[in-house]
Nanobody
Framework: HVQLVESGGGLVQAEGPLRLSCAAS????????MGWFRQAPGKEREFVAK????????EYADAVKGRFSTSRDNPKNTVYLQMNSLKPEDTAVYYC???????????????WGQGTQVTVSS
């Protein structure tokens, strides 16, 4: 079992940057692929980014490619989402998740954080 706590959300102007962090408990963090998801008001939760156990492989949703990047620091049990060139449509609650398995092809998100609000003003 792993517990996840996101931080770094807030209000930012369009085109600005913001970095989210997700701190994980436990000794097995490096065995999990990690993902980022978001949910805007009135919409379903959607995939944003994923990173494999080592940090070598990443995957992004088309809507954020070229603007967002994810990375991880396994000794610190932390995964990051660097968001650049933010748009008002990026406004959402952002969640991190730990997948069952460390591969970039892992498909089942097993553990979720509580979410952090990101609001982008135009």
């Amino acid at each position: 079992h792993v517990q996840l706590v996101e931080s770094g959300g807030g209000l930012v102007q369009a085109e600005g940057p913001l970095r989210l962090s997700c701190a994980a408990s436990g000794r097995t963090f490096s065995t999990y692929a990690m993902g980022w998801f978001r949910q805007a008001p009135g919409k379903e939760r959607e995939f944003v980014a994923k990173i494999n156990w080592s940090g070598v492989n990443t995957e992004y949703a088309d809507a954020v490619k070229g603007r967002f990047s994810t990375s991880r620091d396994n000794p610190k049990n932390t995964v990051y989402l660097q968001m650049n060139s933010l748009k008002p449509e990026d406004t959402a609650v952002y969640y991190c998740a730990a997948y069952r398995g460390g591969s970039i092809y892992s498909s089942q998100a097993a553990y979720w954080g509580q979410g952090t609000q990101v609001t982008v003003s135009s």
